[in-house]
């Protein structure tokens, strides 16, 4: 994979964490570490988390903690809705909140996640109903509930940092496909198909011969109803395939393929990202289809933020909700 062009930009945020929550600490930071690779870094954006050392002390770190708030971007609270919240750790809170509203700040967005654990105390709920108008205020009972809202937290911030960021690095355009694209997309789906069915070393002329029926069948993609195909740009020259068929409470990507030699480039998760929020803007599904056999894309579109609505002998079918979280790395035949 060829590196961006140019330096990222880098964002800071602390992870404020009870005594009580060192797993969800964990979970945290190794979550932001994955949503990095797979989001942020093709744009040139890295979140780098600051957390608390155990055991910790928050009155004797008090003054070096709120250095740490005051040169971050973004605040995270994880708190135990079990124990009422600890003083020091509602300060730290009410002190990134300050420097969210003040504009001479970098602070951009405060997140505080209360774990549920059957039992909450009155005065956690007295504060977490506080907050609700200041912050993002997030509930979750065990790790899949905690991850996934933790996403669309980490998923938010993105948006909101690549929306104020300069054009910067490789620039991914999409357009209508023309003639003129027919030799690349032809060069293109033979390699693409020849790498997933592992034909390289097929005897001819049956090699040529079936590689030349799947590329007749994929170009028939685009006669789906209401279908239109379209060609990825990566500064300026064709990188991609997607061909998407809107319709009714769906936006179905039938097709979606970028080129071996720009792979790791974030040209697909751009594309997808776009998708993602054309269809949060209409209320609309995302659907697609997937090989069966295809373990690890399933897997990787699950964790994108797909889930199963059924299947035959062939292919697993998905669909992504309008509204819900979303990654943007697809399978490596994909990126």
């Not at 928050?58 to 971050?72: M, Q, W, Y």
């Not at 809170?93 to 420097?99: I, N, S």
């Not at 071996?260 to 998708?275: D, K, T």
Request: with cysteine; glycine share 6%.
């Amino acid at each position: 994979m060829e590196p961006p062009r140019g330096p990222y930009a880098i964002h800071r945020f602390v992870c404020s964490t009870t005594p009580y929550v060192d797993e969800e600490k964990e979970l945290a930071l190794a979550l932001n570490s994955r949503f990095c690779e797979e989001v942020t870094m093709p744009d040139q954006i890295l979140l780098a988390a600051a957390s608390f050392r155990t055991p910790f002390d928050p009155l004797v770190h008090k003054a070096g903690v709120e250095d740490n708030i005051r040169s971050s971007t973004f605040f995270l609270q994880i708190l135990d809705q079990e124990e009422p919240p600890p003083r020091p750790y509602k300060a730290f809170v009410d002190y990134a909140l300050k420097c969210q509203d003040d504009p001479q700040m970098p602070m951009r967005a405060v997140a505080v996640f209360f774990k549920d654990t059957g039992t909450t105390a009155q005065e956690a709920i007295a504060y977490r109903q506080s907050l609700a108008s200041r912050c993002d205020v997030r509930v979750f009972a065990d790790r899949p509930s905690f991850e996934t809202q933790l996403w669309e937290i980490l998923s938010a911030w993105h948006r909101l940092l690549a929306a104020e960021a300069p054009a910067t690095g490789h620039q991914t355009l999409r357009r209508s496909e023309t003639p003129e694209d027919e030799a690349f997309l032809r060069r293109m789906i033979i390699a693409t198909v020849t790498e997933e069915l592992m034909a390289w070393n097929w005897p001819e002329p049956m090699r040529s011969q079936l590689l030349e029926l799947q590329y007749r069948g994929r170009r028939q993609s685009d006669r789906h109803p209401g279908a239109s195909s379209e060609i990825l740009l990566l500064d300026g020259a064709p990188a991609g395939w997607l061909v998407v068929a809107e319709s009714g409470d769906e936006i179905r990507i039938v097709e979606i393929m970028v080129a071996a030699e720009v792979r790791g480039r974030g040209v697909a998760s751009r594309a997808i990202r776009e998708l993602f929020a054309q269809a949060d803007a209409s209320g609309k599904y995302v659907r697609l289809a997937v090989a069966t056999g295809n373990s690890r894309a399933l897997a990787l579109y699950e964790r994108l933020g797909f889930r199963k609505t059924g299947a035959d002998e062939v292919q697993v079918f998905l669909e992504r909700a309008p509204g819900s979280g979303a990654g943007s790395t697809l399978n490596a035949l994909v990126e």
